[in-house]
Nanobody
Framework: QVQLVESGGGLVQTGDSLRLSCAVS????????MAWFRQAPGKEREFVAA????????YYGDSVKGRFSIFGDNAKNTVYLQMNSLKPDDTAVYYC?????????????????WGQGTQVTVSS
């Protein structure tokens, strides 16, 4: 059973940077697609970024391209989301998600495993 634990959220100001971590346990191979989604109050869960762990390919949502980057550390079994130039619109609960295989999806349904979420608040 894959387990995901996010950390690194907090309260920051516009223009600041923040790095989220997703510690992964229980995976049996490197063929996993890892993704970050976010959900603001009253809104649907939104795709932020994804990577295929064994290949290293990356994908980003339009609203975060050029500001956020996703990368993994195999030795630490951790996936990171580096967030730069944060804006108030980035305020949301950020969720780490995983699915076995190499296919990347930009919507939540295909992901089998989810973390508990970490709050990111960006003040203006």
């Amino acid at each position: 059973q894959v387990q995901l634990v996010e950390s690194g959220g907090g309260l920051v100001q516009t223009g600041d940077s923040l790095r989220l971590s997703c510690a992964v346990s229980g995976r049996t191979s490197s063929n996993y697609a890892m993704a970050w989604f976010r959900q603001a109050p009253g809104k649907e869960r939104e795709f932020v970024a994804a990577t295929e762990w064994s290949i290293g390919s990356t994908y980003y949502g339009d609203s975060v391209k050029g500001r956020f980057s996703i990368f993994g550390d195999n030795a630490k079994n951790t996936v990171y989301l580096q967030m730069n130039s944060l804006k108030p619109d980035d305020t949301a609960v950020y969720y780490c998600a995983a699915r076995s295989g190499v296919a990347i999806f930009k919507f939540p349904a295909p992901y089998d495993y989810w973390g508990q979420g970490t709050q990111v608040t960006v003040s203006s």
